[in-house]
T-cell receptor
Framework: AAGVIQSPRHLIKEKRETATLKCYPIPRHDTVYWYQQGPGQDPQFLIS???????DKGSIPDRFSAQQFSDYHSELNMSSLELGDSALYFC???????????FGEGSRLTVL | QKEVEQDPGPLSVPEGAIVSLNCTYSNSAFQYFMWYRQYSRKGPELLMYTYSSGNKEDGRFTAQVDKSSKYISLFIRDSQPSDSATYLCAMGNNAGNMLTFGGGTRLMVKP
């Protein structure tokens, strides 16, 4: 069955530091989506990639960047971290039906 | 006002009860509708997917969509303590796979 592996599962950083989150679709998948879920909030779309090119952009701060690599894994880079960046970050892959998304277990980022 | 509204709960019911979870939306462009279940500190797990108005049943779960009223529901029959989780409705249009989520309803099923 298809799935998504995310790493690290937990990450603690201090303000103004940089963090990188990784997403590995299993098997390789041409499209990945990144979502951010703050405490008690619903997931918010950040950015997506199709065939290693950015396809859509949501509410992603300028301090964040992402890319999809030749092996189809994706990384979300976050710089100048702020306390408000503390959240669960999910990577998702597309299912066969329109709009269907399957999420990974998420990476929990805590900014102190 | 958010595009998708969902009562945050918490909703507490006894084991065996029928649970009704609801979302309303304002964007008539939404064409497909999903319900996700999310356990604490876990990723959202797809429960139900519907594309048209009407009912869809899968085991103890029934999803209902009324596009004319912009209203969707998820019914859980014979609720179990293991159903205790946050339930998120999500919807999107044909332009892509960016989903718009409701805020989630926290459900607690007490033994």
């Amino acid at each position: 069955a298809a799935g998504v592996i995310q790493s690290p599962r937990h990450l603690i950083k201090e303000k103004r530091e940089t963090a990188t989150l990784k997403c590995y679709p299993i098997p390789r998948h041409d499209t990945v989506y990144w979502y951010q879920q703050g405490p008690g909030q619903d997931p918010q779309f950040l950015i997506s990639f199709y065939e290693k090119m950015q396809s859509d952009k949501g509410s992603i701060p300028d301090r964040f960047s992402a890319q999809q690599f030749s092996d189809y894994h994706s990384e979300l880079n976050m710089s100048s971290l702020e306390l408000g960046d503390s959240a669960l970050y999910f990577c998702a892959i597309r299912g066969r039906r329109t709009g269907e998304l399957f999420f990974g277990e998420g990476s929990r980022l805590t900014v102190l | 006002q958010k595009e998708v509204e969902q009562d945050p709960g918490p909703l507490s019911v006894p084991e065996g009860a029928i649970v009704s979870l609801n979302c309303t939306y304002s964007n008539s462009a939404f064409q497909y509708f999903m319900w996700y279940r999310q356990y604490s500190r876990k990723g959202p797990e797809l429960l139900m997917y519907t594309y048209s108005s009407g009912n869809k049943e899968d085991g103890r779960f029934t999803a209902q969509v009324d596009k004319s009223s912009k209203y969707i529901s998820l019914f859980i029959r014979d609720s179990q303590p293991s159903d205790s989780a946050t339930y998120l409705c999500a919807m999107g249009n044909n332009a892509g796979n960016m989903l718009t989520f409701g805020g989630g309803t926290r459900l607690m099923v007490k033994p």
